[in-house]
């Protein structure tokens, strides 16, 4: 917190080395109602070692610190109040922002280091599920609060385009497939093909072993096999990228599982040298009951690779091409015993980069309290979910604002930002409630009503026509205290982020700053020519600015007009 530092080393004089800065830091506080300042020092510890009672140490102090950065210092039950002086901290708080733009905030947490985050991950063939939307919206917002704190991001889409279930599709398509069926609409119709054979395998058991037989075919590099995965996968990709240019999200690399193919051999090769592997029903295994684990499968008996042994060689590839410090990955919690093993096996192999990498989980998208799954036919189509919201945008824009220039580009940036905005204001590992009406609601804590906020103070400014040349005011009026103390705390809350890699810690001050600057908005009258109107412009344009870079950082545009 700013002036934080101020205040510790006031405290620091006055303690005589009593407690060291770092100690001091961590124990001053923000206070819960504004009435009892902007800061508080606790005395409690203090009294054990001073032998003093809380109260007379505080009253002591506050006695004591004298300087024109506090209002006023008050000592109230055991704790030392300090109250900043507002026109001071206003002021030099609007200036920075003004001057910082949208890098007010930027941290150097990272010293370049590199953070490569796995995130999306769908898999080829199937529907864009839900739990990949989680995962691509968390993880887009990680990427870019991650590079506000100074490191490199390397954004990697681990493409699920590997796996026995490929050797079921070829079977599938081979016996009941259409070409033109599939180049119309690939994913539902493979999805189709997919379905239809477990309801036939159910019946006829031969089915299963075709699937395996067609799998190690295109292990094994055959022609035909290739060329039908490859079409598959050059389709679904199609039909993701689609997806990805609605909601603004790129990548660095879409090397899938696939990519690893030929890659696997020298794991196996470097477990079995580490006598780590072990055989167990005619499969490898790692075992890892130490680490009171279920064993991690390698190779089954007939020879194929897994999940896991894919993902030890992109962790072994991502390390050797980008030589991360950390590395993400942001997937389901269901996943995590999987990450576990990975993680503890090549701990097991001696990588000390292992101890860099973190599986970032998140909870369910439920629809009335259920999983919204893509099984039986129940299939949720993301693409239709977002062109609902858009349409839904659309509709409230018409009614809003009928005049407004370009309404279909602003209900793409609202509509998506919504159904954004609705998962990442929510803790990641809770689960969330799917609900379309609530998200595009313009007020309460959605997408919309802080893009409808940014809009405001765009607005404002036009009226009052702003300029960013004059620097010569002061900010004097008590109003905007709550929104200047809003402004204060953004850097903290990029901090908090990207320590719990948590994107609703910024949502949620996103919501806070607009209802402080709302309230403000409608207490004072910001256009009229008393004086103050520049000083009032200045506290809205960097409100503007916080919020816009806000928004930003989760991943969701702000339209300047809606
Ligand atoms: N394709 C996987 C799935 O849909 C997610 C992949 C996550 N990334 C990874 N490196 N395992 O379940």
């Given at each position: ?51 003093k ?20 210092i ?91 279930q490929?050797g ?66 050059d ?128 909870g ?47 209900a ?9 905005f ?38 404002l400014?036009r ?19 709550p ?12 901090e ?52 816009k ?14």
């Amino acid at each position: 917190m700013k002036y934080k530092h101020d205040f510790a080393n006031h405290l620091y004089k006055e303690l005589e080395g009593k407690l060291d800065k770092k100690e001091i830091i961590n124990l001053i506080e923000k206070p819960k109602h504004a009435q009892m300042g902007d800061m508080a020092f606790p005395c409690f510890e203090l009294a054990k070692l001073l032998r003093k009672s809380p109260q007379l140490i505080a009253s002591d102090i506050a006695c004591d610190i004298e300087s024109s950065l506090f209002e006023k210092i008050e000592a109230v039950g055991g704790y030392v109040n300090v109250f900043l002086n507002k026109q001071k901290v206003s002021s030099e708080i609007i200036k920075e922002i003004i001057k910082k733009q949208h890098h007010y905030g930027d941290l150097n947490l990272g010293n370049n280091g590199v953070v490569t985050i796995d995130f999306s991950s769908p898999n080829i063939a199937k529907p864009f599920s839900m739990g990949h939307l989680r995962s691509t919206v968390i993880g887009n917002a990680l990427a870019h609060i991650t590079e506000k704190c100074g490191y490199r991001v390397v954004r990697i889409n681990h493409l699920g385009d590997w796996g026995t279930q490929f050797g079921k599709l070829i079977t599938a398509y081979k016996k009941w497939g259409n070409e033109e069926e599939v180049k119309q609409n690939p994913i539902k119709t493979l999805l189709a093909y997919y379905v239809k054979f477990h309801d036939e395998a159910e019946k006829d058991s031969e089915l299963e072993n075709e699937g395996r037989y067609w799998f190690k075919k295109l292990e094994d590099g055959d022609q035909e096999a290739v060329k039908l995965w490859k079409w598959f996968r050059d389709e679904s990709l199609k039909e993701f990228s689609r997806i990805y240019t609605l909601l603004n999200i790129s990548f660095d690399s879409y090397h899938g599982e696939a990519f690893y193919n030929d890659k696997m051999d020298r794991i196996v090769q470097i477990l079995e040298g580490k006598n780590l592997l072990v055989e167990s029903d005619s499969a490898q295994v790692v075992p890892l009951e130490n680490e009171d684990l279920p064993p991690c499968l390698i190779k089954k008996s007939d020879g194929a690779t897994l999940y896991a042994t894919r993902d030890l060689a992109a962790a072994l590839y991502r390390q050797e091409t980008y030589h991360f410090t950390k590395s993400l990955y942001v997937v389901g919690n269901e996943q995590s015993l999987h990450f576990k093993q990975v993680f503890t096996v090549l701990e097991k192999m001696g990588y000390k980069w292992a101890s860099g990498m973190t599986h970032i989980a998140f909870g369910m998208m439920l629809k009335e309290g259920k999983k919204m799954s893509t099984r039986k036919g129940k299939v949720v189509l993301l693409e239709e979910v977002l062109e609902e919201a858009i349409s839904l945008a659309c509709q409230t824009i018409e009614e809003k604002n009928p005049s407004l220039q370009n309404k279909n580009e602003v209900a793409a940036q609202v509509g998506v930002g919504a159904v954004m905005f609705h998962d990442l204001k929510n803790y990641r590992m809770n689960d969330i409630e799917f609900s379309l009406e609530d998200m595009l609601k313009f007020d309460g804590e959605t997408g919309p009503y802080v893009q409808y906020t940014h809009a405001r103070a765009c607005s404002l400014l036009r009226k009052g026509e702003f300029k960013l040349s004059n620097h010569d005011f002061v900010i004097d009026d008590d109003q905007s205290w709550p929104v200047v103390t809003m402004l204060r705390e953004f850097p903290d809350v990029i901090e908090r982020a990207v320590e719990k890699y948590d994107p609703s810690q910024i949502a949620k001050y996103v919501v806070d700053l607009s209802q402080a600057f709302n309230k403000y908005y409608g207490n004072v009258r910001i256009l009229e020519e008393d004086g103050q109107k520049e000083a009032r412009l200045a506290v809205v344009y960097t409100v503007m600015v916080v919020l816009k870079e806000g928004l930003r950082l989760l991943g969701i545009s702000a339209p300047e007009e809606m």
